[in-house]
């Protein structure tokens, strides 16, 4: 599974950098002249910093707990400056939820984790569920023939869904074309490592759905739920425990296993075109 990236990019060219931790009053705002990428002319490192606070505010969606973790760099003390500022900004858009860099040290400080040195994607991933985030924010300053790049990278943590029962109001629609038809997403429950999606023919109630659906002689491989956040993710049923009928017959739910992430499409293929549902969000359970 490829980890899901939102590409932000901000490439600094420093003239006259002063390392923080050799001079200890250093301050490194003045010291470097940014450019980004398909801009010309320079900006503070504060103004990239900045810059790639609103670049995050725009590709994540509103609501969403980020926390920024790492910064690969040859000094402690200039991760920290602009993990802070990164923060600092986050925070002054009030559009996320950004977790409180005490939180994180209070991580630190039982794992073997560092803000300045190079750290693998899955232990960070490891850090942001730990911290009930669900992206999370790394860096790197790498010297390129004596000028510096900065790169600033968003990485989605695939969380599984909390137990318990989602239940949508209204309720999701399926639509062959762009036709609606009578089959409604009822409610998804997950236990464990499973998660079942219940349909449903009618808007309040529980009713069998027919055949146009679950078609006669359908496959498990027809349906499909795919991970919105991660497109190269997709799941089926579990052959055996779809329903209480077999495939032979009309169903109404379908199990799978190992669902990550919390927005989905699901889709079943029998007919042509195929039934697809409205945009599925695994909020908080009931």
Not at 68 to 76: A, I
Not at 132 to 153: C, K
Not at 175 to 195: E, H, K
Request: glycine share 10%.
């Amino acid at each position: 599974m490829k980890n899901k990236l939102l590409g932000i990019a901000i490439f600094i060219t420093v003239i006259g950098f002063i390392w923080l931790g050799c001079t200890g009053n250093a301050q490194p705002a003045p010291n470097v002249k940014a450019t980004e990428e398909g801009t010309h002319g320079g900006k503070t490192l504060d103004e990239a910093i900045a810059e790639a606070a609103v670049r995050i505010d725009e590709r994540i969606e509103a609501g969403t707990k980020i926390a920024t973790l790492n910064f690969n760099s040859p000094s402690d003390r200039f991760s920290s400056y602009v993990l802070d500022e990164l923060t600092a900004n986050l925070l002054d858009s009030r559009k996320l939820i950004v977790v409180d860099r005490k939180e994180i040290d209070l991580i630190r400080s039982e794992i073997d984790f560092q803000y300045s040195g190079e750290v693998a994607d899955e232990s960070m991933q490891a850090v942001g569920r730990r911290l009930g985030a669900q992206s999370i924010v790394s860096g790197s300053l790498t010297d390129i023939g004596g000028d510096f790049r900065i790169v600033i990278r968003v990485l989605n943590v695939q969380t599984a869904p909390a137990n318990g029962t989602y239940t949508f109001l209204p309720r999701l629609r399926g639509y062959v074309g762009a036709a609606p038809i009578d089959a409604y997403l009822y409610q998804i429950v997950v236990r464990g490592d499973y998660m079942a999606v219940y349909i449903s023919s009618t808007v309040t109630g529980w009713r069998a759905v027919g055949s146009r659906v679950f078609k006669d002689g359908g496959s498990p491989q027809n349906v499909r739920l795919r991970d919105l956040d991660n497109q190269g993710q997709t799941y089926y049923p579990e052959p055996g425990i779809q329903t209480t009928h077999s495939w032979d017959n009309n169903g109404e739910w379908f199990t799978f296993k190992g669902v990550k992430g919390r927005r989905f499409s699901l889709t079943i293929s029998h007919e042509s075109p195929p039934v697809v549902w409205d945009e599925i969000k695994l909020n908080t359970p009931n």
